[in-house]
């Protein structure tokens, strides 16, 4: 049996979970709240140096858990795929600056490139970026999509084939994101956890709730304890794998986002220790 969480110091939240908040707010908000952590979204670096946010980061006592995100690498035009791996390094720049040590990686898909094909630009382009993100101290993590996104948003959607994709691929600076709304559904899933954390490549750790009914493929994510996930049970195979990392809340959510922020962080922490 999975042992309940007892503080927050092992949460992080991602920006884009309370959308509403610029990053100096996030920041400012999620320390006073004794949260852990934080990962922040790449829009909310616009405008920004990422080296002056990251130090604001450090001196309110977070950590920088990550930087969202790269990846979507498929497209049918050869130019378009290389502005996605001049875009890639970019991001390994910002998360140098920020003082993240990890990219995820929400690889991309077309509906005009066929999913083997999408699968090759993906390979493709990652190790295009691998030496520079390796260069730079930063690692790359996969998060597999859940199926629903394999048209436009992710052509990888499980995690054996993250973890095939990274032992093709057989690097030091590339591991996985495993989050339990893309994944909860796998029935191989404790057993691809556990091949994941035996090789070394568990980076990263997403958890919020599956809404029955769903009203939003993207935008309608629930607090944990919300919806069907059996969260506590999947952080106990990552823990059993291995894993020691922060516990990311990631909630895309219209009705979250509409309402007010600090109301929801306090149900994200109450949420936190008592359903996950």
Known sequence: MTE?????SKLCVHTITTKPWSI???IDNYAQAGIGGITVWRQWLEGRNPIHVGKHIRESGLTAVSLCRGGFFPASAQSERQQAIDDNLRAVDEAAALGAPLIV???GASPDVPLPEARKHIQAGIEAVLPYAG????????EPLHPMYADSRSAINTLKQANDLCAAINSPALGVAVDVY???????????????GASGRLD?????DWLTPTTDMLNDRGLMGEGCIPIRQ???????AGFTGFNEVEIFS???????????????IHAYLNNS
Do not use: S, Y
């Not at 309940?4 to 927050?8: A, E």
């Not at 219209?254 to 994200?268: E, M, P, R, S, Y």
């Open 204 to 208: 990263a750790f997403h958890i919020c």
């Open 4 to 8: 309940p969480i007892r503080d927050t």
């Open 105 to 107: 990686l929400v690889c």
């Open 182 to 196: 893309h994944l909860w559904w796998d029935p191989n899933l404790e057993q691809e956890i556990k091949r994941c």
């Open 234 to 240: 999947i952080r106990g195979w990552v823990e059993a």
């Open 254 to 268: 219209n009705h979250h986002w509409a309402a007010d922020q600090h109301d929801f962080l306090n149900k994200i």
């Open 24 to 26: 100096e707010e996030a």
């Open 135 to 142: 260069a730079n101290k930063v690692k790359l993590a996969i």
